[in-house]
């Protein structure tokens, strides 16, 4: 795939010289709007629905004064109803894009930044090479010509950049944005809509004193991963949502590079979760709390018919415990380990004044969004006792049933691995290759077994597979590691359909995800999107 690219990529760079020369001969697919496009539409796919996204650089308005910066993603329709697309104005949020199940997609990327890009489909199910594998990064002055199908459930999904080693910059930035995918079943069930269904991107970022976004990459803070010192919903800093006295469906996406939530409502209302990566669960499920790592999704319910209008309520991120308990031996003295390591960062002990540790450390107890009850409104306010059948994957069915791949997920000497390896473009070893429409036993294995030794240290990862979404079979946690745990665990979701399940020090989390219909390269990889870059990421070969 890569050498058609290159061999297209370098006619092309001929073409525009010629082009500079005075003799213009482009083939017809070749370029729109002054940019030249890597790879061609194809005749016969029919779009329903036609967009073209550029990125760019632009200045936004996030704080108080100076404007910030950011890389910006502007849509434009060309085929298709206008409501297929929100650009967020006045934010670096990327247009919001609305599709339906079965519609056919064309999206016209063109890269006007200064960097080489491609933007991936979180969650989705798209061939490889609509899938945004960083291979088919484009350089400034490129288009790629995404065209799929959208097979995928009604859900929340997202996209962002997936540009190699610089995923985390790119997505800090600003090129992250949703992709909420409605169907049949999903409309049947009349759930909250309209101003009724309400995203809400969970980011953290850090500025300077004139209002620029800081991105520090230092050595330890990859370790850890980017921590920023403010949240921002939908880019926007003290984010308060009015609400009528009537339902919700709150979208809660975590957009962030690496900051893990444990979201709760702050007067103890459990939140009912209807919803999560790959769309509605069987059936609403109540939680004191739910964890949310980057690339997760959670759908809430929530019901402001009983409450007076003029009333506040939050929505927090409480404490928990990051590592687990008793020291890692990594860095001298548990660094991330233990309990009390919060205060330790938070006074920058971690390095000793080696790097600038964020104001919010991770696991401390923070808010995230107010709501606030701004009018009184009549409506149905009826949770459905069911949503959708979710069919149950069986381990007896999987290719593999007694032999699960295991997937080791480790940090030692700087780097962050799976199975013991770092990311590698074109590096497929024989256990990363597998059968198209095969069902696969796949467990991820955080020091569960092997524990800690020398330079080890055991972090939350949350694990991503690209491709289908998968289903979680059980998890289980080492001993050592349970007091940590049981600060998480009410708080995960484990029925439905997922895309990133987060794996806690000390815990293997087992998995049935298919391979179906598509061949070529689907990555998995820790959305801690510093480790990410660091190299805690793999291809799969499905052949
Ligand atoms: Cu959301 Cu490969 O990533
Ligand atoms: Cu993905
Ligand atoms: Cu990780």
Avoid at 31 to 49: C, I, W, Y
Avoid at 151 to 162: C, E, K, M, Q, S
Avoid at 245 to 252: D, G, I, P, S
Avoid at 261 to 266: E, G, P, S, T, V
């Amino acid at each position: 795939m890569k050498t058609t690219i290159n061999l297209q990529r370098r006619k092309l760079l001929k073409y525009t010289a010629m082009g500079i020369a005075g003799a213009i001969t482009y083939p017809s697919w070749a370029q729109t709007g002054g940019f030249v496009r890597v790879n061609a539409p194809s005749a016969d796919f029919l779009p329903d629905v036609e967009i073209e996204l550029t990125m760019n650089t632009a200045d936004v308005a996030i704080l108080n004064g100076d404007k910030t910066r950011v890389w910006k993603i502007t849509g434009k329709v060309i085929t298709g109803p206008s409501e297929v697309l929100d650009n967020n104005e006045g934010t670096y949020l990327a247009p919001s894009l609305r599709f339906k199940k079965g519609q056919k997609v064309r999206l016209i990327l063109n890269n006007n930044l200064p960097a080489q890009s491609i933007l991936h489909w979180h969650g989705l199910h798209v061939p490889a090479n609509m899938d945004g594998n960083p291979m088919y990064a484009i350089n400034q002055g490129e288009t790629y010509v995404y065209e799929f199908e959208i097979l995928n459930r009604a859900g929340t999904y997202f996209y962002h950049a997936h540009t190699h080693s610089v995923t985390a910059r790119q997505v800090y930035s600003g090129l992250a944005g949703l992709l909420i995918v409605t169907d049949d079943q999903e409309q049947a069930l009349n759930l909250p809509s309209g101003n009724l269904d309400v995203p809400l991107v969970i980011q953290d970022r850090s500025f300077d004193g004139q209002n620029q976004l800081v991105y520090s990459a230092h050595m330890m803070q990859r370790m850890q991963g980017f921590l920023g010192d403010q949240i921002l919903v939908n880019g926007r800093p003290d984010f308060v949502l009015p609400v009528a006295t009537r339902a919700y469906r709150l979208r809660l996406v975590n957009g962030s590079n690496s900051r893990i939530y444990k979201l709760a409502w702050d007067d103890g209302t459990p939140i009912t979760v209807i919803g999560i990566d790959g769309g509605l669960l069987a059936a609403p499920e109540q939680h004191p709390y739910v964890m949310l790592a980057p690339g997760e999704r959670v759908e809430a319910w929530m019901d402001f018919s009983g409450r007076a209008v003029g009333t506040e309520l939050s929505l927090r991120s409480l404490q928990f415990d990051v590592a687990t308990h008793g020291g890692m031996g990594m860095m001298g003295g548990g660094m991330m380990g233990g309990r009390g390591h919060r205060g330790m960062m938070g006074g920058g002990m971690m390095g000793g004044g080696m790097m600038s540790v964020s104001t919010l450390p991770s696991g401390s107890d923070y808010p995230i969004l107010k709501i606030r009850v701004a009018k009184k409104e009549q409506g149905d306010n009826i949770l459905p006792k069911t949503l959708t059948p979710i069919p149950a994957l069986h381990v007896k069915n999987a290719a593999n049933a007694a032999n699960p791949r295991t997937i080791a997920l480790s940090m030692q000497h700087m780097s962050a691995l799976l199975n013991g390896r770092s990311y590698k473009m074109n590096d497929i070893q024989p256990d990363e290759i597998i059968p198209v429409n095969s069902l696969q036993l796949i467990e991820f294995d955080n020091g569960f077994d092997g524990g800690m030794h020398g330079m080890m240290m055991n972090m939350p990862h949350p694990m991503h597979l690209h491709g289908e979404q998968f289903q979680i079979v059980k998890r289980e946690v080492n001993s050592r590691s349970s007091d940590s745990y049981a600060t998480v665990s009410s708080g995960f979701i484990n029925g439905g359909w997922k895309d990133t399940v987060l794996v806690m020090p000390g815990e293997k989390v087992t998995i049935l995800k298919p391979f179906n219909d598509f061949k070529g390269l689907f990555m998995y990889h820790c959305h801690n999107l510093e480790h990410e870059d660091m190299g805690m990421m793999r291809d799969f070969l499905i052949k």
